[in-house]
Nanobody
Framework: QVQLVESGGGLVQAGESLRLSCAASESIFSFNAMGWYRQAPGKQRELVAT???????NYADSVKGRFAISRDNAKNTVYLQMNSLKPEDTAVYYCNMITQWGHDYWGQGTQVTVSS
């Protein structure tokens, strides 16, 4: 069982930046993929960004050019750098990791609130 602990959420003003972190309880070196998802009140959970074991990244159109996902295998951590934040980015952000065996794990979520 992989434990994921997210941090870095908070309240910021529009245009500011935040960096989310997701630390895994074991090595992520061989994990197939990692990603960030978000869920705003009254909406379905949506994909924000993913990164594969090979380092390929994918982003939702709404965050392209503003957000960047990265991974640090030595720290077993995946990051989401969020720049130029907008009020519509307000949501609970969840970390997701898929192991090399296809097991799917989620973090507990971290709140990001962007005021206008």
């Amino acid at each position: 069982q992989v434990q994921l602990v997210e941090s870095g959420g908070g309240l910021v003003q529009a245009g500011e930046s935040l960096r989310l972190s997701c630390a895994a309880s074991e090595s992520i070196f061989s994990f197939n993929a990692m990603g960030w998802y978000r869920q705003a009140p009254g909406k379905q959970r949506e994909l924000v960004a993913t990164i594969t074991r090979a380092g390929f990244t994918n982003y939702a159109d709404s965050v392209k050019g503003r957000f960047a996902i990265s991974r640090d295998n030595a720290k077993n951590t995946v990051y989401l750098q969020m720049n130029s934040l907008k009020p519509e980015d307000t949501a609970v952000y969840y970390c997701n990791m898929i192991t090399q065996w296809g097991h799917d794990y989620w973090g507990q979520g971290t709140q990001v609130t962007v005021s206008s």
